[in-house]
């Protein structure tokens, strides 16, 4: 398909990896051939103890880091944390900010995760900023208002398609091998888009990444990467598996 925004496939180890699984991402590297290479941008965000490691052998590859979350102090006694900065340090290109799971075990709400995504920006990261609804509101009829409220209160002022990208993770599709229909995901991705104007105005909104997340794998990559509006995927479990990982970056394609 033609695209007109480069598309972003970025894996979320979450907490998976010791050293040994350095080895995905060098894989990831070798079946990053320059067709896929012209036409998909790939990002890796491992565990933050193995990011630094994984960067330095993703070097000269075009295949870029990420953080899977980031404090929202600069540096300090806050014993646990890490700051956007370090994560820039060890070489990460982008920070995911407000997943879901950090939402729901950590307590972080929209306030919480604009602070984040507004540190990212600072130490020159793209906030991969997460939204999504829950089961509970999906069936209330609420998912569009939910994921609006979500922007509102989440999204950095002044972002721009450069410094920003969205994820759309309905909550429920999470880990669960359930996907929302094509039909949701144009419609939730188009209002996001919408709502990205209001904020952001229309012709940045226009250039923002918007991901889908929510057990994306090779089976299904396709059918949800050619909904309009979808700009390539946020992957977890597939993401730990070189190949899986490669062939959703080539549904993208
Ligand atoms: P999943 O996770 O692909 O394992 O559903 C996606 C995510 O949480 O980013």
């Given amino acids: ?8 496939v970025a894996g979320n180890w979450k907490m998976n990896g010791l050293r040994a699984e350095l080895a995905i991402a060098a894989e990831v ?9 012209n036409k998909v941008d790939l990002a890796i965000c491992p565990p933050a103890s193995l990011l630094f490691m994984t960067s330095a052998a993703l070097i000269g590859t075009r295949i870029a880091t990420g953080g899977q979350d980031c404090s929202i102090q600069e540096a300090g006694a806050f014993t646990g944390e890490i700051s956007a900065a370090m994560l820039a340090d060890a ?8 997943h879901s799971e950090r939402r ?20 020159l990261l793209v906030p991969i900023v997460c939204v999504g609804e829950t089961k509970d ?24 398609a450069a410094t920003l990208v969205i994820a759309y993770e309905p909550v429920w599709a999470i880990g669960t091998g359930l996907t929302p229909t094509p039909q949701d995901v144009a419609e939730m991705h188009e209002a996001i888009r919408a709502e ?3 904020l952001l105005g229309k012709s940045v909104a226009a250039g923002v ?10 089976s299904n990559a396709a059918e949800l990467m050619n909904v309009a509006h979808v700009d390539g995927a946020l992957v977890g479990g597939a993401s730990l598996k070189a ?11």
Avoid: W
């Fill in 1 to 8: 398909m033609t695209r007109s925004i480069r598309p972003l």
């Fill in 29 to 37: 590297a070798k079946g990053y051939a320059p067709e896929l290479k």
């Fill in 91 to 98: 070489g990460a290109s982008y920070a995911i900010v407000g």
């Fill in 104 to 123: 729901t075990l950590h307590g972080e709400t929209n306030a919480i995760v604009k602070e984040k995504a507004q540190a990212s920006q600072k130490a």
């Fill in 137 to 160: 509101e999906r069936e209330a009829g609420r998912a569009l208002a939910i994921v609006r409220k979500q922007l509102r209160g989440s999204v950095p002022d002044g972002a721009t």
């Fill in 196 to 198: 990205l104007g209001k």
């Fill in 209 to 218: 990444r918007l991901l889908y997340g929510g057990s994306v794998k090779p």
């Fill in 243 to 253: 190949e899986d990982f490669l062939a959703i970056a080539k549904a993208c394609a």
